[in-house]
């Protein structure tokens, strides 16, 4: 029986080798489960490790989610499940870089951990506050070279990596602003719900006169929202009107610490010669490549590296286009290679 055992063990560990056990001095590629703390609050993240030499330091880079309660993995259980962290994992890793991607407050193993008792309390800063403590935990990993730290993010994801641009230690020596929000909160809300009710209006459901008093009622719900006061949905459609209450109720803490930051701004923190790319995508209905305009005049001016902005065409906000619904379209895959090998 001890000799059937044997060989049984025998077997198995023939039937797992890879190439990469195969080869001396090889490490192959792994997962491994990541944990840290932000204002006392346990924060689980995946760190992918790539084939490497062993002993070698990797550049390695943080991946930050969009809005809402996104993922590790960039989903949204049950609606939605793009994977786009996920997906930006795997293509980063084919080019050496480790990445490391975790569940933020509202998601996954994380929860709304110190917050659980009030959630109302939850602001933008404390997501900035937890996604410096991802990036402190990346930079102190065996095989990371915390000379070589990427940040990574997606929409809102961008904004928060433009902030950790000008804020951590070591600066990281690039950024990926992938479909950024670039402006402000409200006025990129405007933006969108003036587009929703443009669309509207071309479909028959709004007369033009109908469409100009709608638009006057987002133009003065923000206002309210801004001065601190309370907001009048009479003339909004319903699905806007409970929009707005919720931007006045549990979410306002939020909402108002959000769009107190207007991004451009912000660039003149980070290092001089910091590599950065911004992508923006022609079939990007949430983030139109012309709100990036301003963002982009501000990283010139604060004399930071190329590539710069990236048009993509036929992308969308989730980074597909119309042959490629569920994986990361061939442009963005050309500008984070061209990014990641520069």
């Not at 490497?52 to 809402?68: D, E, M, V, Y």
């Not at 904004?159 to 929000?181: D, E, N, Y």
């Not at 006061?229 to 806007?240: C, Q, S, W």
Request: net charge negative.
């Amino acid at each position: 029986m001890i000799r059937h055992l044997a060989a049984a063990l025998m077997a198995l560990a023939v039937g797992t080798a890879t190439p990469a056990e195969a080869t001396p001095g090889l490490v192959r590629a792994a997962d491994r489960e990541v944990v840290f703390t932000a204002d006392g609050t346990t924060t689980y993240g995946t760190l992918h490790i790539p084939e490497h030499r062993a002993g070698q330091r990797l550049r390695a880079a943080l991946l930050l989610p969009g809005s809402g309660p996104t993922d590790r993995d960039g989903n949204q259980p049950p609606g939605a499940a793009p994977d786009t962290l996920a997906q930006l994992a795997d293509t980063l890793g084919g080019d050496a870089i480790a990445t490391l991607r975790f569940d933020k407050y509202g998601t996954g193993r994380t929860g709304l951990g110190a917050y659980r008792d009030h959630p109302e309390e939850l602001d933008y800063p404390a997501f900035v506050r937890q996604a410096q403590a991802a990036y402190e935990s990346l930079r102190d990993q065996p095989e990371t070279d915390p000379h070589g730290l990427l940040v990574v993010g997606h929409s809102e994801g961008a904004m928060t990596a433009l902030l950790l641009g000008g804020t951590v230690r070591p600066s990281p020596a690039s950024l990926a602003l992938l479909q950024p929000q670039a402006i402000r909160l409200l006025d990129l809300i405007t933006l969108q719900l003036k587009a929703q009710v443009a669309e509207a209006t071309r479909q028959g459901q709004f007369t033009p006169e109908q469409q100009r008093v709608v638009n006057a009622a987002i133009d003065a719900a923000v206002a309210s929202l801004r001065e601190n006061r309370p907001v009048d949905t009479t003339d909004l459609p319903p699905p806007l009107a409970q929009l707005f209450e919720a931007f006045q109720g549990p979410n306002s803490r939020f909402v108002k610490s959000d769009d107190a930051i207007y991004p451009p701004d912000t660039t003149a923190a980070l290092r001089p010669g910091t590599k950065v790319l911004l992508t923006c995508g022609t079939n990007d209905a949430q983030v139109p490549c012309v709100t990036t305009n301003a963002l982009t005049t501000a990283l010139r001016h604060a004399h930071v590296g190329g590539p710069g902005r990236v048009a993509l065409p036929g992308v969308d906000h989730l980074m597909h286009d119309v042959d490629h619904p569920n994986t990361l379209a061939p442009p963005v895959l050309v500008a984070l290679r061209r990014f990641a090998r520069h």
